[in-house]
């Protein structure tokens, strides 16, 4: 039986909040912990309009993974960090659309 629609909501809330925990729960840039977004720093290499939010958050993952050196500090080119809306608005012109 396929999911409901809140069933895939609190899916992707619960999976968000797991990689933002992972991911230190701050933003990199001035050390905030609400309105956390994800930010490519370098840009992403996937088009963010053709997957939904939990394809989304799927890549979100991987490009984390593809930048952490998996002991949670940071490697030498970090793919994807947190950053607060104000911070990621500052380097993007507007933000990455991952509010979530």
């Known amino acids: 039986?396929?999911?409901t629609r809140e069933q895939r909501r609190r899916i992707y809330r619960l999976r968000r909040a797991d990689l933002v925990a992972r991911m230190g729960g701050r933003c990199v840039y001035c050390g905030a912990i609400a309105n956390l977004e994800f930010h490519h720093?370098?840009?992403?290499?996937?088009?963010?309009?053709?997957?939904n939010r939990l394809q989304r958050l799927k890549l979100y993952?991987?490009?984390?993974?593809?930048?952490?050196?998996?002991?949670?500090?940071?490697c030498?080119?970090?793919l994807l960090v947190l950053a607060c809306r104000s911070c990621n608005g500052q380097r993007?012109?507007?933000g990455d659309g991952a509010t979530g």
């Open 92 to 94: 993007n012109g507007g």
């Open 76 to 78: 030498a080119l970090m």
């Open 41 to 51: 720093p370098y840009g992403r290499t996937w088009d963010l309009r053709r997957v």
């Open 1 to 3: 039986m396929p999911w």
């Open 61 to 74: 993952e991987q490009d984390w993974r593809a930048g952490s050196n998996w002991q949670g500090g940071p």
